[in-house]
């Protein structure tokens, strides 16, 4: 073989090698891609039952709405998903939402024992990975 070729096959393999070392790492921690999570379906199910309605970029509440939206949370930076997912930890928490007055007339709103473990699991995940 000539050492050119030589030359070029170290180089593809490098490449590979490269490529092989770089992707998965960033598949596997997609934080390193700038976006922060993504919502789990299971949270996405029991947030668009239960919280979505007055936490949306149209909800009627501003208060609501300016706090959380979830119309904008998967787009936002990654800081500002980790702070969020700390606050819904904290009202999930101290059982401020969804708010006792929107459930004293409507009581289906409220999150089940279920849906508040998966909304739970989902927001502290991070503090469990103790970063
Ligand atoms: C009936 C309307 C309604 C529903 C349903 C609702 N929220 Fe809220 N939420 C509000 C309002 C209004 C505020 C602003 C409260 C305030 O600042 O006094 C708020 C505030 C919040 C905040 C910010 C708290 C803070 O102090 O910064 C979080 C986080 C939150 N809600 C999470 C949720 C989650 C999670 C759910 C679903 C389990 C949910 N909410 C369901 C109306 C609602």
Not at 9 to 26: D, M, N, R, S
Not at 37 to 49: D, G, I, R, S
Request: proline share 5%.
């Amino acid at each position: 073989m000539k050492k050119t070729s030589l030359l070029f096959g170290a180089a593809i393999t490098g490449l590979l090698f490269f490529q092989a070392t770089q992707k998965p790492e960033a598949e596997s921690h997609p934080e390193l891609l700038g976006l922060g999570p993504k919502l789990p379906t299971e949270v996405k199910a029991v947030v668009e039952q239960k919280c979505y309605g007055c936490h949306n970029e149209e909800a009627k509440n501003d208060k609501g709405k300016e706090k959380l939206d979830w119309d904008k949370f998967e787009d936002s930076k990654k800081s500002k998903q980790f702070a969020t997912m700390s606050k819904i930890s904290e009202v999930l928490e101290e059982g401020e939402m969804p708010p006792k007055k929107f459930l004293e007339f409507k009581p289906e709103g409220a999150l089940t024992d279920e849906e508040k473990t998966i909304l739970l699991d989902w927001s502290t995940r991070k503090k469990k990975n103790g970063e």
